[in-house]
């Protein structure tokens, strides 16, 4: 089942403005992640953060969880066409077994036009 | 794409056969996973591995089985009984440590229906 909703489902924007991505979620979390997938590829794991976390940043990356209103925001600053590609959240259940059982987004299409 | 590779890239399946897909690390990760990706959509768990000779049921296994023989190893087959199995299919595996939860990707296989 889809645990994470993201919104929106598709973004285009101008090289060097910041993307927003945000994702939603139903049960407790132990952390979420979010990955990049370019088109017809394998997905990267961008960054972590664990529910005790409400911010983290990773170069361009900012990402925040608010775990009141089970939600999470991804951050790309000064966008460049080369992080055109599609981005999902990923949460792993709190209580959950030792190796992390990721439950997926829908996605959104990042568009970064040069 | 890291150290995961999945073959072949491409496959193509007549109806009422077996395929397997293959999916091979060298990360010495003790867990591995199958993902089906359809158009647009995020990821759906098929099955997963979290030892050798040991494998668990994820959200979508009807018409699926898989075999963990070697920890580098994690074979997919799409059975006959997986009637609508055109998708793009994804491995992952992950290691232990404070790394357990993040997931390493192969390039992915796309099967079709002749």
């Known amino acids: 089942s889809q645990q994470g909703e993201e919104d929106p489902q598709a973004l285009s924007i101008q090289e060097g403005e910041n993307a927003t991505m945000n994702c939603s979620y139903k049960t407790s979390i132990n952390n979420l992640q979010w990955y990049r997938q370019n088109s017809g590829r394998g997905l990267v794991h961008l960054i972590l953060?664990?529910?005790?976390?409400r911010e983290k940043h990773s170069g361009r990356l900012r990402v925040t969880l608010d775990t009141s209103k089970k939600s999470s925001s991804l951050l790309i600053t000064a966008s460049r066409a080369a992080d055109t590609a599609s981005y999902f959240c990923?949460?792993?259940?709190?209580?959950?077994?030792?190796?992390?059982?990721?439950?997926f987004g829908q996605g959104t299409i990042l568009t970064v036009h040069p | 794409d890291g150290g995961i590779t999945q073959s072949p890239k491409y496959l193509f399946r007549k109806e009422g056969q077996n395929v397997t897909l293959s999916c091979e690390q060298n990360l010495n990760h003790d867990a591995m996973y199958w993902y089906r990706q359809d158009p647009g959509q995020g990821l759906r768990l098929i099955y997963y591995s979290q030892i050798v000779n040991d494998f668990q049921k994820g959200d979508i296994a009807e018409g699926y089985s898989v075999s963990r023989e070697k920890k580098e190893s994690f074979p997919l087959t799409v059975t006959s009984a997986q009637k609508n199995p055109t998708a793009f299919y994804l491995c992952?595996?992950?290691?232990?440590?404070?790394?357990?939860?993040?997931?390493?990707f192969g390039a992915g296989t796309r099967l079709s229906v002749l």
């Open positions: 953060i664990r529910s005790n976390e």
């Open positions: 992952a595996s992950a290691g232990g440590g404070v790394a357990k939860n993040i997931q390493y």
């Open positions: 990923a949460t792993v259940n709190a209580g959950g077994t030792s190796y992390g059982k990721l439950t």
